[in-house]
């Protein structure tokens, strides 16, 4: 079975640039999540969809962050204007149930963005 | 509002030596509580979770974790370190809708041959 896909794996960009990162998730996931890992913390969530839908994006920084989930599947997180402190792993992942306790989060490998 | 808290930023055993992460949280509900495993370069990877049925659960890899309800508490633990057991580990709780996910700052184990 094939595994949350996330890419680009890196990416450097200078601040107040723009950058879009993909993910895929696995095959009949409704639920995915996007969460944003700072080195040396834990991840934290940025928003989580259901389907097409968006079920809770309380702590997405709405002016510079954006995302998508057209057609339930894939979806698409933007950072326009980047700024210093954006530097972080990005984390798609994705679960079968919409309940976090009665299933399983599959986590992509990540995306790298060091902004400077 | 729940929270986790990890005590210990790093920890370094020697292999074949027992392993304990420890981790407590705070919730004002009955939480459900998980430990993720990040391998480097690798995407975060369930452990075990707990979900109000037996305290003592299994995992893979032999960890296990205890919930235990009056130290606020849900220590992983592993009887004899391995060299892939080297990994940055997560305890994680849910809450109360079992909607959202809040992390820990992670451990990093460190095993020495």
């Known amino acids: 079975e094939a595994g949350v896909a996330q890419s680009p794996r890196y990416k450097i960009i200078e601040k107040r640039q723009s950058v879009a990162f993909w993910c895929n998730p696995i095959?009949?996931?409704?639920?995915l999540y996007w969460y944003q890992q700072i080195l040396g913390q834990g991840p934290k969530l940025l928003i989580q969809f259901q389907n097409n839908g968006v079920v809770d994006d309380s702590q997405l920084p709405k002016d510079r962050f954006s995302a998508e989930r057209l057609k339930g599947v894939d979806s698409t997180l933007k950072i326009q204007p980047a700024k210093l402190e954006d530097s972080a792993v990005y984390l798609c992942a994705s679960s079968l149930m919409y309940r976090v306790n009665t299933g399983e989060l599959f986590f992509g490998e990540g995306s790298r963005l060091t902004v400077l | 509002a729940q929270s986790v808290t990890q005590l210990d930023s790093h920890v370094s055993v020697s292999e074949g030596t027992p392993v304990l992460l420890r981790c407590n949280y705070s919730?004002?509900?009955?939480?459900?509580l998980f430990w993720y495993v990040q391998h480097p370069n690798k995407g975060l990877q369930l452990l075990l979770k707990?979900?109000?049925?037996?305290?003592l659960v299994k995992g893979i890899n032999g960890f296990e974790a205890e919930f235990k309800k009056s130290e606020t508490s849900f220590h992983l633990t592993k009887p004899s370190a391995h060299m892939s057991d080297a990994a940055e580990y997560f305890c994680?709780?849910?809450?109360?809708?079992?909607?959202?996910?809040?992390f820990g700052g992670g451990t990093r184990l460190m095993v020495k041959p």
């Open positions: 707990y979900t109000s049925a037996a305290t």
């Open positions: 095959s009949g996931h409704a639920t």
């Open positions: 919730s004002s509900y009955s939480p459900s």
């Open positions: 994680v709780v849910s809450d109360n809708a079992g909607n959202m996910l809040t």
